[in-house]
């Protein structure tokens, strides 16, 4: 970072301001979210590392409404930084990895959340991959079934936890010319569809 003249310490905070910046004029009641990426090419990734450094800046002074966050695995730290957002923001937990095809244990995801909640109310999580199941063309290492069942897991484990499940927000990826959607399932809707389907 120092090589092209950034400095580490503090570069969130200028990312931070820039971002507040292109929102400003936003219109009203248009939701935003922000996913903090560590790579997602062929199932690899490129970053590691809590978001403990980042954490009372980001949750506390980005203007967004959520946070799509990697936690699928011991490399994304622990749930303390949650401790930071503020009421009112969302907190979509990427439990469920879209690296592997392994299917998560609902009784792990149900333990995980419950750990996140000691830090943020459970009103304020969703539970999501942690990623795309396809950042590029190649997409990762699953299959289509694999990744049906991880989205499945998702909403049952979210009905189970919060009584009901939403489609909350969506991402469509193409790959192998397979179109693929990732569900988010949050408290408080009742509809599992995604928006366009009748």
């Known amino acids: 970072m120092a090589q092209i003249g950034g400095d580490a310490d503090n570069q969130h905070l200028v990312y931070i301001d820039l971002i507040n910046g292109a929102l400003e004029k936003k219109p009203a009641g248009m939701t935003v979210c922000t996913h903090l990426c560590r790579g997602n090419f062929r199932s690899s ?6 978001y403990d450094h ?24 622990g749930f303390e930084p949650l401790r ?16 592997r095809g392994a299917i998560e244990s609902k009784d792990a995801l149900k ?37 049906a069942a991880k989205l499945r897991l998702i909403v049952e484990t979210a009905r189970e936890v919060w009584g009901s499940e939403e489609v909350w927000g969506y991402r469509c990826d193409a790959a192998r010319g397979a179109a693929r959607v990732a569900v988010i399932a949050a408290p408080g809707r009742r509809s599992c569809r995604p928006p366009w389907s009748s």
Request: charged fraction near 20%; aromatic fraction near 10%; glycine fraction near 12%.
């Open 45 to 50: 990734w490129v970053a590691a590392g809590g």
């Open 84 to 99: 930071f957002v503020p009421k009112g923001k969302m907190v979509v937990l990427g439990l469920v990895t879209s690296k």
């Open 111 to 147: 333990r995980r959340i419950d750990e996140a909640a000691k830090f943020v109310p459970l009103d304020q999580l969703c539970l999501s991959p942690q990623c795309g199941f396809s950042s590029t063309v190649e997409g990762n290492a699953l299959t289509v079934d694999q990744q």
């Open 54 to 77: 980042v954490a009372e800046a980001l949750f506390g002074r980005l203007n967004v409404d959520g946070f799509f966050l990697e936690y699928d695995d011991g490399r994304s730290g």
